[in-house]
């Protein structure tokens, strides 16, 4: 089985930086799509960002210019470059892919714990 392990999250000041990191492990695995996405209490979880194995990106609107998703294909990590923090990007960052298994081939959908990102003075 292929898991998701987010890192990166904390408390940071407005204004503030913060990367996010997630990494899959497993065996016998391949990645289409990674992303981001994110809930703060009481919203739904909404996206922020997706990569495609070739690279092309989907930020959502509001996000762009602040947010950055990046790709390191051979060691199966997505990051989340947030810059500019405010304190309504308080929420659970989640990671989220598309992973090929095999014997029998199957395509998931897998979802990483979830790791808190404080924005607040």
């Known amino acids: 089985q292929v898991q998701l392990v987010e890192s990166g999250g904390g408390l940071v000041q407005p204004g503030g930086s913060l990367r996010l990191s997630c990494a899959a492990s497993g065996r016998s695995f391949s990645i289409e799509t990674m992303g981001w996405y994110r809930q703060a209490p009481g919203n739904q979880r909404e996206l922020v960002a997706t990569?495609?194995?070739?690279?092309?990106?989907n930020t959502a609107d509001s996000l762009k210019g602040r947010f950055t998703i990046s790709r390191d294909n051979p060691r199966n990590t997505v990051y989340l470059q947030m810059n500019s923090l405010k304190p309504e990007d308080t929420a659970v960052y989640y990671c989220?892919?598309?992973?090929?298994?095999?014997?029998?081939?199957?395509?998931?959908?897998?979802w990483g714990q979830g790791t808190q990102v404080t924005v607040s003075s």
């Open positions: 990569i495609t194995r070739f690279g092309t990106t």
């Open positions: 989220n892919a598309d992973i090929w298994t095999y014997a029998p081939p199957r395509l998931s959908e897998t």
